[in-house]
């Protein structure tokens, strides 16, 4: 299975006013393609958890997806005792797990084979809350800087430049 994939997926029963809360990199590009529109997407890894747990907890009636990925989860395994003691019903997550830091050059996220089950066991959180999905992409990433017509990473930026001068976005804010 690859990101898109996945994503896919998970998604795919997700109704409509669902929120989502994304890690940065490959898996934000794929789920700004399927759910731009109500997708928290966040720079800092690891808090992914964090930020679902809050908006699920402050809004119990809204269905939170999270899109974790394995190495933002390693940065900030102290998140998992607080998401065992509140588990939230309308909260799940799923970690990308493709065992390398795919968005920044391809090292390895850990330095050792990690049992997943057992270590959120040891927390008592179930699979329910918390799913590890291992993925391998083949195709290469979009390289992080390109010319402005086509760089997906400069669409915010574009998107602001556009509002300031009154004119219609170029490419990379319209991400099309
Ligand atoms: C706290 C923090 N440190 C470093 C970065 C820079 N950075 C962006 S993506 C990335 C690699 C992320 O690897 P992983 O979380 O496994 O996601 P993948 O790229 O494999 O999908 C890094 C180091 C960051 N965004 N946040
Ligand atoms: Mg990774």
Redesign the pocket.
């Known amino acids: 299975m690859n990101?898109e994939e996945l994503v896919a997926s998970v998604l795919r029963d997700a109704p409509q006013q669902s929120v989502i809360v994304c890690?940065?990199?490959?898996?934000s590009e794929v789920v700004y393609r399927a759910r731009p529109e109500c997708t928290l997407f966040i720079?800092?890894?690891?808090d992914v958890i964090p930020l679902a747990l809050g908006i699920a907890l402050a809004a119990p009636a809204v269905r939170v997806h999270g899109f974790?990925?394995?190495?933002?989860?390693?940065?900030n395994l102290s998140v998992l005792p607080v998401l065992a003691a509140q588990l939230p019903e309308n909260l799940s997550v799923v970690i990308?797990?493709?065992g390398?830091?795919?968005?920044?050059?391809g090292l390895p996220?850990r330095t050792s084979p990690i049992d997943w089950d057992r270590l959120l066991g040891a927390f008592g959180i179930p699979p329910a809350a918390l799913r590890v999905a291992g993925v391998t992409n083949d195709d290469p990433?979009p390289a992080a800087t390109k010319p402005l017509d086509g760089a997906h990473s400069s669409y915010l930026v574009e998107a602001l430049l556009s509002a300031y001068q009154g004119r219609e976005p170029r490419l990379p804010a319209r991400k099309v």
């Open positions: 990101t890690a940065p990199g490959r898996t720079d800092s890894m690891g974790e990925t394995d190495g933002g989860l390693l940065m990308v797990d493709n390398i830091y795919e968005s920044s050059g996220s990433l």
